[in-house]
């Protein structure tokens, strides 16, 4: 009898330990949405070349910027500020025609090397 108590007990707090640890994540999830993380700043695109080196395409209040990420450093490389053709890479971006989308941005028109 003593050791099936101990078992149920054990069961039940474990149980409610782990109800616990979900109420606490659902909170910290809400609470961050509330103050309003992530509403300026959104990755629209991620293409990784290898391991250490990638290309991040990332929305940033009213610019998009081309984010070159290697081990060592975070570069900007691009700024798209039209908002046509904002409007546009996101539209695509949406029809995962990403290649084309990048052929068609980065000739250089409404792009500006910093």
């Known amino acids: 009898m003593s050791f099936s108590w101990q078992l149920i007990k054990m ?11 979900f109420i606490v994540i659902k909170f910290i999830k809400k609470q961050r949405h509330l103050q309003g993380f992530n509403r300026n700043l959104q990755i629209l695109e991620k293409i990784y070349f290898n391991s250490d080196q990638a290309l991040y395409l990332v929305k940033v209040i009213d610019e998009v910027w081309v984010l070159g990420i290697s081990k060592e450093r975070v570069e900007l490389l691009s700024k798209v500020t039209d908002l046509d ?25 409404g792009c500006n090397n910093d």
């Open 11 to 21: 069961v039940f707090y474990l149980s409610l330990i782990i109800i616990l640890f």
């Open 85 to 109: 053709k904002i409007e546009k890479l996101t539209a695509e971006l949406e029809d995962n025609n990403l290649k084309q989308s990048f052929k068609k941005f980065f000739n250089r028109d």
